[in-house]
């Protein structure tokens, strides 16, 4: 039997990507603008079907840091943020010389817990800094509470940044993830649902937002012959040969799904019989995750057996497994960093366990899998 590495998530091309890489490289596009860029966006806008405008960036984090910039956080200002979550999400709040403010999840979705939001908002209040943004993360493709999210940005005046990098294709009530926020950010780096190798997205409903990000993210240039700046730049453009990917990308983004959520149900049926663990699915019908990463829960005490033993049995069959995302407030950078909550992020971090799930992923690569759950159950 074969057994080459089973990886997470790897990425999964769908055959026309090279065509507009070609068209890219035949015109001579070969630059961080192009029909490729303006293409993507459209393609991208058409899919999350709200009236929305796209910036193609060259990264998540590249969205995030212009979407504080635009939000007007700066130098002492306080963002309030997902504590269980990628170090992206939080890294760009001090790129501003701003604080995150860490906030527990919620044992539904494994999101930002609204109760711990609003207390930490009125605690922030009443120590006299209102905090000026509050970054919420659909953590492996599930939405976050959105409803109750919102109700609480909308009550305090404090606007979302929904970074939706693990989320392109999600939904909640029918409304595609990455339509939430006053600016929501998309990532398609080589691990996500779909990848331009690196990049990413930020999404506006405000066009005006989408010109001012795409200004900045071109090294804030007036408008003038020569090179005159009045605002400090960046250089945050995807390149058109990126963005050809990303078009080729798009047209298979459904069909990607759709596997990512058959490899859910594979793991649904695989630990049907095993005691102690736990397949993480949406908590309602108002949630549709796109199945990113599959992730289980695991009850040492009835399992018999940890998440951490598992990774190790995986790892030997060449099978790569990662535990969940190490919360932000256990981190050494922002040991320092305030934080409202309880132990839940800390508990998942624990107890959890992210599987394989790649759209590419084989009979063969299921069957490998199954093996060594079914050696270990037995
Ligand atoms: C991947 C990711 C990002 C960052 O995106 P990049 O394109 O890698 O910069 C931000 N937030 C979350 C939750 C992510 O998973």
Redesign the pocket.
């Known amino acids: 039997m074969n057994n080459n590495k089973i990886w997470l998530s790897s990425p999964h091309m769908g055959g026309k990507e090279r065509d507009f890489v070609t068209e890219a490289f035949d015109t001579n596009w070969v630059a961080p603008l192009g029909p490729n860029v303006n293409g993507f966006e459209q393609d991208i806008a058409a899919y999350l079907k709200e009236d929305v405008h796209v910036a193609a960036l060259s ?4 969205a ?1 840091h212009l979407a504080l910039i635009l939000l007007g956080v700066g130098q002492g200002d306080e963002v309030l943020c997902q504590t269980m ?2 170090s ?2 939080a890294n760009p709040i001090v790129y501003q010389g701003a604080t995150p403010v860490f906030i527990d999840s919620e044992t539904t979705t494994w999101n930002m817990c609204p109760v711990h939001l609003e207390e930490a908002i009125k605690d922030r209040i009443a120590k006299g800094n209102k905090p000026k943004a509050i970054v919420a ?1 659909h ?1 492996y493709g599930m939405p976050y509470q959105v409803d109750k999210i919102s109700a609480i940005s909308e009550k305090y005046n404090i606007p979302i940044i929904e ?1 939706s ?2 989320a392109l294709g999600s939904s909640y009530k029918g409304v595609k993830c990455g339509t939430f926020g006053a600016i929501s950010i998309l ?3 080589g691990n ?1 649902i779909i990848t331009t190798s ?3 997205a930020l999404v506006a409903k405000d066009k005006a937002i989408r010109d001012k990000a795409i200004f900045l993210a071109t090294q804030a240039r007036d408008n003038a012959p020569h090179y005159q700046h009045s605002h400090i730049g960046y250089n945050y453009r995807l390149s058109n040969i990126s963005a050809g990917i990303g078009r080729g990308q798009m047209i298979v983004l459904d069909d990607h799904i759709e596997l990512r959520v058959g490899m859910n149900t594979f793991y649904k049926e695989l630990f049907k019989a095993v005691k102690g663990v736990r397949v993480f699915k949406e908590p309602t019908e108002d949630y549709s995750s796109n199945h990113w990463l599959s992730c289980i829960l695991i009850d040492e005490k009835s399992a018999g057996f940890s998440a951490e033993t598992l990774r190790l049995l995986l790892e030997e069959a060449n099978i790569e497994s990662r535990p969940l995302w190490k919360p932000m407030h256990l981190q050494p950078i922002f040991e320092k960093a305030p934080y409202y909550g309880d132990t839940v992020s800390e508990q998942l971090f624990k107890t959890g366990l992210c599987l394989p799930s790649g759209s590419n992923l084989s009979d063969l690569d299921r069957l490998r899998i199954s093996k060594v759950i079914h050696n270990l159950s037995l």
């Open positions: 990264s998540g984090t590249s995030i979550t990628f992206a999400s993360v953590l970074d990098a693990e990532s398609f780096n996500k690196g990049g990413g």
